[in-house]
């Protein structure tokens, strides 16, 4: 029997059948191979030694500067580890959404990115940015719902070469594309985007002024660029041990340099040169609404269980059978452990409300 075959079969048996076009999604018995892509080095434990040595807090300050000065690393290992994971479990669209009782995940999801989309006033044969694209699910999306050409920067080559693939199958490839490069220094000229979003992706970036500035130069005066940004709320305090701890949590779950509160967000944001057109907190834990964790954190739907503890931890444990078995390569253990220490710390987060994976901000290029 075919070792992938049987990675495949294995891993559909505890993740459940509806997965997000889960008929798209790669192989977890291959996560090796993007190193074909990338250049890594062909080693996907010694990729998960590298990527854990850049949070060792013992190092202080120091640990986090270095954090900072090699991010393109960090990231790139990151998303080099997780991408086949977080296809499998969650879909094309690496980010949450607060939804309505009754509604899909999969709805509330498409929603939220229609929402920010309509913020940018764009319509068909305009050119929008997507800063820090992923694999193009919500590109492919917004292209859907504008009509507008989208252009995707992203540093890492595996999830480029997956979005291609995607953009094909979803017969978008000359409305959507993807561009390798650093999004804090991109190869575009000014002034030549109708406008740019981010969803959850500029959170990487070292120096949130500087990435702000970057979607500025580069966008038309008058254009708009709305985000969804991670960020630390004002229910987190700096002296409490716990809340630092789920804190430290999230970071090296989901490769981050220290998070900035809203108000730094904020205040970068205008640093950057942007109008402020609209900006709050866009998580809803209102009544009727399911928290944008919830599905981290429980439920039991058939479509919805892979997400929750359990679910992660029959996938977890069915990794570490794979791994054994030679299935799949030393280092998917690793990888999935990952996912399951920030799945953990983001739902601790959601809980005490002292973070939001959705601070909404809409800002204007000034016209001249």
Same mark, same amino acid.
């Given at each position: 029997?075919?070792? *992938?075959?049987?990675?495949?079969?294995?891993?559909?048996?505890?993740?459940?059948?509806?997965?997000?076009?889960?008929?798209?999604?790669?192989?977890?018995?291959?996560?090796?191979?993007?190193?074909?892509?990338?250049?890594?080095?062909?080693?996907?434990?010694?990729?998960?030694?590298?990527?854990?040595?850049?949070?060792?807090?013992?190092?202080?300050?120091?640990?986090?500067?270095?954090?900072?000065?090699?991010?393109?690393?960090?990231?790139?290992?990151?998303?080099?580890?997780?991408?086949?994971?977080?296809?499998?479990?969650?879909?094309?669209?690496?980010?949450?959404? #607060?939804?309505? *009782?009754?509604?899909?995940?999969?709805?509330?999801?498409?929603?939220?990115?229609?929402?920010?989309?309509?913020?940018?006033?764009?319509?068909?044969?305009?050119?929008?940015?997507?800063?820090?694209?992923?694999?193009?699910?919500?590109?492919?999306?917004?292209?859907?719902?504008?009509?507008?050409?989208?252009?995707?920067?992203?540093?890492?080559?595996?999830?480029?070469?997956?979005?291609?693939?995607?953009?094909?199958?979803?017969?978008?490839?000359?409305?959507?594309?993807?561009?390798?490069? @650093?999004?804090?220094?991109?190869?575009?000229?000014?002034?030549?985007?109708?406008?740019?979003? #981010?969803?959850?992706?500029?959170?990487?970036?070292?120096?949130?002024?500087?990435?702000?500035?970057?979607?500025?130069?580069?966008?038309?005066?008058?254009?708009?660029?709305?985000?969804?940004?991670?960020?630390?709320?004002?229910?987190? @305090?700096?002296?409490?041990?716990?809340?630092?701890?789920?804190?430290?949590?999230? *970071?090296?779950?989901?490769?981050?340099?220290?998070?900035?509160?809203?108000?730094?967000?904020?205040?970068?944001?205008?640093?950057?040169?942007?109008?402020?057109?609209?900006?709050?907190?866009?998580?809803?834990?209102?009544?009727?609404?399911?928290?944008?964790?919830?599905?981290?954190?429980?439920?039991?739907?058939?479509?919805?269980?892979?997400?929750?503890?359990?679910?992660?931890?029959?996938?977890?444990?069915?990794?570490?059978?794979?791994?054994?078995?030679?299935?799949?390569?030393?280092?998917?253990?690793?990888?999935?452990?990952?996912?399951?220490?920030?799945?953990? #710390?983001?739902?601790?987060?959601?809980?005490?409300?002292?973070?939001?994976?959705?601070?909404?901000?809409?800002?204007?290029?000034?016209?001249?």
């Amino acid at each position: 029997i075919n070792a *992938e075959y049987m990675g495949d079969f294995l891993l559909h048996a505890v993740m459940a059948t509806n997965a997000p076009e889960k008929a798209d999604a790669p192989s977890i018995a291959a996560i090796g191979k993007w190193d074909s892509i990338s250049k890594t080095g062909g080693d996907v434990q010694q990729v998960a030694d590298d990527y854990s040595k850049y949070f060792d807090r013992s190092k202080g300050e120091e640990g986090i500067a270095e954090r900072k000065a090699n991010y393109k690393t960090v990231v790139n290992h990151y998303y080099d580890l997780v991408t086949d994971f977080y296809e499998y479990g969650w879909g094309q669209a690496f980010h949450f959404a #607060s939804r309505k *009782e009754g509604q899909s995940f999969e709805e509330s999801i498409v929603l939220h990115e229609q929402r920010l989309a309509d913020f940018l006033k764009v319509g068909k044969g305009q050119r929008i940015l997507d800063v820090g694209c992923g694999v193009g699910g919500p590109m492919r999306a917004i292209a859907r719902h504008t009509g507008a050409n989208i252009t995707g920067i992203n540093n890492n080559a595996y999830q480029l070469a997956r979005l291609d693939m995607h953009n094909t199958k979803g017969g978008l490839l000359g409305q959507c594309e993807g561009v390798k490069g @650093d999004f804090l220094h991109t190869p575009f000229e000014d002034n030549i985007f109708d406008g740019a979003y #981010s969803i959850e992706a500029t959170c990487h970036s070292p120096d949130r002024r500087a990435i702000y500035a970057e979607v500025l130069r580069v966008i038309k005066p008058g254009s708009y660029f709305a985000m969804y940004e991670w960020c630390m709320t004002d229910k987190y @305090d700096p002296a409490n041990a716990e809340h630092n701890e789920i804190k430290h949590g999230v *970071e090296i779950g989901d490769a981050l340099p220290p998070i900035a509160t809203c108000r730094e967000t904020l205040q970068a944001f205008k640093d950057a040169g942007f109008e402020v057109v609209f900006e709050k907190d866009a998580a809803d834990n209102s009544q009727g609404m399911i928290p944008w964790y919830a599905t981290l954190a429980g439920g039991w739907s058939l479509s919805g269980f892979r997400m929750t503890w359990l679910g992660r931890t029959l996938t977890h444990n069915m990794c570490r059978v794979m791994e054994f078995m030679r299935i799949a390569p030393q280092g998917t253990v690793a990888a999935s452990q990952l996912l399951m220490n920030a799945a953990d #710390s983001l739902v601790a987060s959601g809980r005490t409300e002292i973070f939001t994976p959705m601070y909404l901000v809409v800002g204007r290029k000034p016209l001249a």
